[in-house]
Every structure is written in structure tokens, then in C-alpha cells.
């Protein structure tokens, strides 16, 4: 297994290498670029936009400055921002805590409802209860995130006032804990709905799957009480095509969440990502898209080793 | 069943048709609301994050709600686009003797105000001035724009109240130099011992120190930046005490939060904002004439726009009053040159130099040889008069302008076909944008110049061809070349006038571009908010700050008795 494991790391590295080589050329084939914002500025002139392009390192042939930055990268530095000047990670660690914040707790509660309603569904299926968390977990699924959250943003800020209409605080309240709570509500509302609306399907026909299977009829069979065949027979075996899913779901943690976070003016990882593709911030981009990549690498390892502990038929060599 | 499929177009026409049902609904829900924050606080959302909060080093419009309180430069403009003195004491004039020939070039006299402190308790000095030139010509700071900065020869600093700018050649817009939105005086004693590179990387860009009526107080990454009253300014102490910039990049969460009263200043009403905010009886909305115009552009490069009778035909058969009355809801005015009527360099007896008359359209059409053909449309030599207009995808009044305008056209011959494409392919630097690099037949956007016409230099000098400058029509004429090059070396407004008058004469004769309508920038501004009074000038409307005052009491008094337009 150890041997399975490094070989997998091996592996990533020319992945991850190949991933940002393709990521620095499409980025800077994008029209526009980082001076587009100087847009029709009548007082610049070809020397000032020549001498900006060489302050910005990008005079550079394409190839040496992706060498250069991956050299750097490889060093644990991921350059400064074309905009800001400031480094990457630091930018980049500002806003990690918010993203977390926000996706953590929306992943415990899709988790949690999401199996949940699966698993109810697959014990009773085709009943009154099943067809409503099918029906319900199709229509979730299938919501644009940007009218839902502006929708949600309409009933419970616009007309009602209970909640607030994005933001992460209230101005002058940033170390207040509580004030944030209210804040959190229909950002992780929207967030949860789809993977609830996912989850809740995975989960409900592995389930059924294995209901289905030779070894529940035994455990019935022995006369186990219900609450034991689904609960530890049924569940576990039930669990493991789940796994995969949810570990593919956890690099999202960090990357955020684009939609979600620029409609709730949530300054996180998502919303920083948007800000630099607006702008063609190519170093700020590149570091978020590195550490994600790097993340779903991670996860997918993590994923295929766990599938092995909870599943000892599988065997990694 | 009929198949109905989702295209594009469809998808922008339901998001639209959501979005402004969503505010219709939420201008009707809140009647009752007034204000959230405290009567010394103003919030104003800023759609982006600014990247810095130096202004010498960013281009960010984002920047500018931010640093305008915090910074003064040595002239400002007020809403009437008159210039006034704002750390000087006097605008140095020919007429004062504060401006005189020396030499090839010129000497200009400012004198500074006294008792002017920067926020660390710091005098401002003439060293200041000093300092600010220099670092416009230091090769590592990343600076915009030298324009006018390097025709500066020295700035002599005889005491601490005069500088003394010497220039090696007549420049016009020196009032321009040193003042905000981007050349504020900065603290000399905080940066001059760094090296230029430092300084574009320096802490300062993250908590600026200036002179101006608000004091830096804090940037919360993603949310806001907070700036409080400096009781200390040389105007005296502002009546708020703080002032929140806070970053909202959705327009529809941005539009609740101002009906809720979290927000006093929405920035940039679209049209259908402003429809919806008359529903709320504590908004108004602040109408702001802009200097920025909606224009056709012709690529002279073109053997079919060489021929002037097409642009003028065109010109004829375009209904710029129904364009603004229709689609621009009657807010944007018909333009009828490049120049502003508010700008002293609107002539009056521009009149309307092409009004609208598909008759004359035709007749001219007729003259210069192209006749119709089977389909209508006009032929020459086996030519069709057929062309493309391309413009910024996804902008909907500019789309619905393209359609009214191709329609206008058909009826007079003439067949224009629609190719939009993304505004950053459009406006990118050469070689890459379709402009820069005239790969358009017409286009249409907007053309923005600054308070001072000098600006027009860049769009119409021959030197001005990309990549240098931004004459993306391509327009050559010696005459143009000698007017605005006169108008940037001649010094009295009284002598440059007419040069600038002249301008006009020969750009309405050779239409190098349709000028449309004149843009009008709208603000919902929250009532109880006193004293905004928005500036045409790029200082939009924090050029006054230090005025606003919230007045609790009465919501009916509001901003609109102070806000004429």
C-alpha cells in the first residue's frame, strides 16, 4: 500500500506540472489582460504601457516566465499580485478562513441531511416520503445558484428583513461572533440545497443496491432486529461508493465557491478568484488554481485509499 | 410540441426580465425602511475592491470613493466643472503672472496654502511637490501616465509655501498636473528614502497618510475600507465621522442593500434601477452629467468610410433625438460634437450639424454614385454599401442601439450587419484589440475625455495612431494636427478657445465619428443624505465629502433641494 501511495505521488507531480503549464498559456491568451483596466486612458501613451508591461514581468517570452514562476512556486513562493504588489499567499491566507468557514459548514449540514434523506428514502422507496425527497432533490439540483440566492435574497432581506442581504458582518462588527451568525444563513442555505440534492440521490441507490443483496436477506434471516440490518449491515456496504463522492467534493472546501460568494459579497477564496479574472491578475489566479489542483490530487489518493479500509475486497498494489 | 431553445440571447433576456422583476418587487417591499447605520456613518458600496489605496499607483475607478476624502491635490473641480484652488492659495493664471514664458518653455508659481498638516501631524511643504514630480519620472515606480509630468525641467522650492515648476515647452493643462483623481500631493517625509520599487510594494498603498478631510482607519480584505473624520482638516472638521466604502460586487444584493438602508450611495444606476427606485419615496436619485459619449466610430482604413459622402449619409439618416428618447429613457442627451456643452470648449454655435433626414441620406447616396439595387440595397461599381458595427457584448442598450440604428440604415440603402464581441477583445492595447489594430468597419462605445480638451490630443493627432495613442478612427488632417497641438501650448482659455471651437468645425466636417448622446451617470443616494453633489468630473461625487451631513429628521427636505439636476 505504502508503495501504491507513492507511486501516486510520483505521478502527480508531472500531472500538476502539466496542469499549470496549460493553465499560465490559457490565462494569458485571454484578450484583454492586465491592462485592459488602463482602457482608453487619452494620457497613456506606447512608452507607459511599455514600461507597465516590463514592471509586470510580462516583456518575458511565455515559456521563461512560466519557468520562472514554477521555479518559484516550486520554492513555496507564488509571486506578488500584478495589482495589489502583495504576495499571493498572503492574499490567498486572508481570505482561506472565510471560505472554510462557509464551506465546512455547509458540507456538515449537506452531509448530514443528505445521507439522511437518502437513506430514508431507499428504506421506504416509492412511498409518499420518497417521491417528495426525489421531486425535491431534482428541483434542488436543478437551481441556478445566482437567481436562488438573489431569490432567497428577495423573500428573507428584501421583503421580510429577517436576514441581511450579504456581507459577513455588520460594519464595525468583525470580531462580534454572533453578529456574524444571521450573515451565514442563506449563503450556506444555497450552498447545501444542491449537494443535499446530490447526496441524498447517491446515497439512496447505493443504499438500495445493497438492500437488495444476498447478505441482508441472511441478516434478516438470523431475525437481526431492522434497526441493525440497515444500520450496520445495510449502511456500511451502502457507504462506499458515497466516499468517492464526498472526498471529490472536499477540494471545493477551499476553492469556494464563485457564484455563491459574489452574490453574498462573501470575501472568500471564490470571490477572490472572480476579482483576478476580472482583472487578469495572472499570479493570484495561478495560486488558487495550483493549490486546488493540488487539492484534488490529494483528495482523489485519499479517496481510492479510503475506498480500501472501508472496503477490504479492494486491495491497492 | 414546439422546441424552444435556449440560446444565449434567450438565457441574457430571462436573466434580465428576472432581475427586474426582482427589483420591483424589493422597491415595493420597503417602503417603511430609512437608514440602518448611525447619523455620523455613510456607507458607499463600491462595486469593486480597489488594489491599492495610493493613487499614484492604480487605475482603479474602485480606488477613487476611497482616496478623493483622504487626499487633496493642488486644484480640484467643482460640480460645475470650474477649477478652484485646493491646497494653493491662488490658481496661478497668464493673467495673475503666476504662468510666464521662460525661455522655449514655461515657469508656473504655486503657492501653497498655509497651516495645511498631512493626517501624522507632518506640514505640507513645497518639498512635497518636489518629491511628487520626481516620482512620476522614477523609472521604477509603476505610475500610469507621465503626460505633462515629463515636460517638468525642476521644481525649485525657495520656501516652504512656493514651488516653482519650470517647463521646457508651453503646456496648456498644467492645472491638470498635481490634483486628484491620480496625482494627489503625497507625504514626502513617509516615502522619499524608499527605492522606487519598495515604494510600489510600500505598506502606505495599504494605509495611505494625506492631508484630506478623512483619516485611513482600516481595510478589511473583501469588505470595506472604514475611514474616519480628520478634525484637524484645513477646511475644518467634516460633519460625519466615519466613512465606509464597502465592496458589494452584485447589483441586485447591492440595489436591497440600499433599499434596506444599509447603504446610502448606490453608484451607477442602470436604467431600469432608476425606474425602480422612484417606488422608494427615501431614495433619489442624483443625475449626473458625464463628459464621457456614446459615439459611431468609422475605420478610415477602410476604402468604403474614405469616401466622406458615406459618413455624412449616415449621419443623416441616424434619429439621435429618438434614440434618446427611447432607449437612453430621455436621461442621455443628444450629443451634438465631442465637446460638452458644460466644457468651455462647447461652442454654441454648433447647432445641429446633421439632422436627421433620410432624404438628404438618399440624395447624397445618389450623388456619390451608389444606386439601388434588386434588394434595395445600394451598389457602386459592383460594390454593396455593406458593413459590420461592432460593440461590447452583452450591454443591452447598446445592443438595442446597433438594431434601431441597422433599421435606420436599411431604410436609407445602406445594409449593417451586427458582430459584437467581448469589450476586453474590443478595447485591448495593440496588437491584440480589434480597435487598436482597426480590425472593425464601424463600432460603437463611448469616448471619455477629461476637464481639460487638451485630452482630445489622443484621439484625433496623427502622431496618435496606435500604438501611441488611442486615434483608433484613424483620422489624418494636418489642420486637426496644427489645432490641437496649438490648443496644448497655447496658455490663455481666451486664445484657446476658438482653437478648440475649431476642432469641432472640422471634426463635424469630416466625421471621423458619430457622436450620440452624452452619457448621464445616475446615483440612488439615500434622502436623509445632505449635501451630495455629484461632479462631472472623474472625482464623481466624494469631491465634497467633508459637506455630508445626515439629517435624521427630515427625510422630504432630502438631497434632492441641493442637487438641481
Redesign the interface.
Known sequence: MSRYVLRRILLAIPLLIGISALLFILMQK????P???????????????A??IH?MGLDQPLHIQYIRWLISAVKGDLG??L????PVLA?IA??TP?TLMLMGLSTVLSLILGLALGIFSAVRPYSKFDYVATTGSFLGYSLPT??FG??L??VF???L?WL??????S??Q?DNWLDGLPYMILPITVLSIVSIASWSRFMRSSMMEVLRADFIRTARAKGLSEKVVIGSHALRNALIPVVTVVMMAMPSLFGGAVMTE???????IG??F??SL??SDYPVMMGILLISATLVVVFNLLADVLYSVVDPRIRLD | MRQIRLTPRRALAA?AA??SL?LA??AQ??AH?VRR?ASD?V?IRSQ??P??LNPTI???IAAVDCTTPIFNGLVGVDDHLQLFPDLLTVLPTPENGMVKPEGKGMLVTFKLRPGVRFHDGVPLTSHDVWFCWKLHMD??V?V?????YDKITGVDTPDPLTAVVHFKEPYAPYLRLFSLPNDPILPAHLLEKMDGADF??STF??APVGTGPFKFKEW?????V?LVANPDYFRGAPKLKKL?I?????D??AF??L??G?IDVYADFNLEQVEAAKRLPYLFVANMPSLTYEQISFNLKKPLFQDVAIRKAIAHAINKDELSRTIYKGMWPVAQGTEHPLSWSYNPKVGVPYPYDPAKARAILDAAGWKPGPDGIRVKNGQRLSFTMTSTAGRKTREQVEQVIAGYLKAVGIEMAIQNV????L????P??LLQSYKYDTALFA????VDPS?????WHSHQVP????NTTHFINAEMDRVLDEGNRTLARKDRQPLYWKMTDILNANLPVIPLVFWTEMHGVNRHLMNFRANPSSSRFVWNVQDWYIDDASPSAGGKAENPS
Not at chain 1, 441581511?164 to 458582518?169: D, F, I, L, N, S
Open positions: 485571454v484578450p484583454g489582460g491592462l485592459a483596466v488602463y482602457g482608453n486612458n487619452p494620457h497613456m501613451h506606447a512608452a507607459d504601457r514600461r507597465l514592471a506578488h499580485s495589482f495589489t504588489g502583495r492574499m486572508e481570505r472565510n445566482f437567481w438573489i431569490m435574497m428577495m432581506a428584501a421583503r428583513h441581511p442581504a450579504g456581507g459577513m458582518h460594519l464595525g468583525e459574489t452574490i453574498f459579497s462573501w470575501p472568500g470571490r477572490l472572480y476579482d476580472g482583472k | 436573466i428576472l432581475a426582482a418587487a424589493c417591499a420597503n425602511v447605520n456613518t456607507v469593486q475592491e488594489d491599492k492604480t487605475n482603479a523609472p521604477k509603476i500610469n501616465s507621465r503626460d505633462g510600489n510594494v498603498n495599504r478589511v480584505s473583501g469588505d470595506h472604514g465606509y464597502k465592496f458589494v460586487p452584485d441586485n444584493a436591497i442593500q433599499a434596506n444599509d467581448e469589450g476586453g477583445l478595447f485591448a492595447s495593440y491584440t484589440g469616448y471619455s475625455t477629461g485630452d482630445n490630443l489622443a484621439n500604438p501611441e495613442g488611442q
